[in-house]
């Protein structure tokens, strides 16, 4: 259910960026922000609601951590790969790869311009062919480009703030109480403020699937527990959570 509406949010958000192109007069930030307060304000003020109230959260910090730092470790692997390798290695390449590409253009409109443009056109077949086995690294670092031009969460401390809070959450916590106690909120919010649309969706896509083995299992423990079956049946049932996990 979770992934289907993150799935749904993308696909509005890409809606609107589509309404905008036409020309409709809107504002997709604003409106994208109400669909998301509809679409996913009822199911989070809810699950946290009964996660807070059930005393869940005890159980999650308990008997649940390991199993969130593992979905979390490896997708802040995933983060710091994009920030730190692979977007400034798309950055730096760009200037080349447009240059490169402006002139393998040139090349292809002089070698047609000598024959027919068609494989009978040694000097047009050479060019191509070596543009396509060549060219493939500069090819792929485009489409890169194209798919991933929102994934950037500005300087290194905006991007630490996005991790901690957008990946790290339960750690987070601690860390927004002190920000906000020293700092105010602004200095906190700022650097999601400045993101893109698509980041804050991704954003809070990670949130959603490094929290829900956290917050589910640990739910279900609680109710588990409530019970009364004992000590051996509850170690028992969170036994079972993880060698279904693992």
Known sequence: LLAQLMNMLSLVHAILTALIVAGVKLDPRAWLLRYATAAL???FTFGMGYFLVTLSF???YVFFLPLFLFGAVLTTALCLLLFKLVMPWLKAKEQEDQDALAKYE???QEA???GR???CNGRWAKQWCGNAVCGLPRFTRAQLREVLWWFDAGDAEAQLIVIVLGVLLPFGGPVVALAYYYQGMDDVTKPFTDLYDMMRVAILALATITLSPFIICS???AFYAYQGVG????ME???DVYHHTF
């Open 112 to 114: 047609a311009g000598e």
């Open 219 to 221: 739910t279900w423990s």
């Open 58 to 60: 005890v159980f999650a």
């Open 41 to 43: 304000g009822p199911y």
């Open 237 to 239: 049932f969170i036994a």
């Open 231 to 234: 000590n051996d049946a509850s």
């Open 106 to 108: 040139q090349d292809i």
């Open 117 to 119: 443009f068609s494989w």
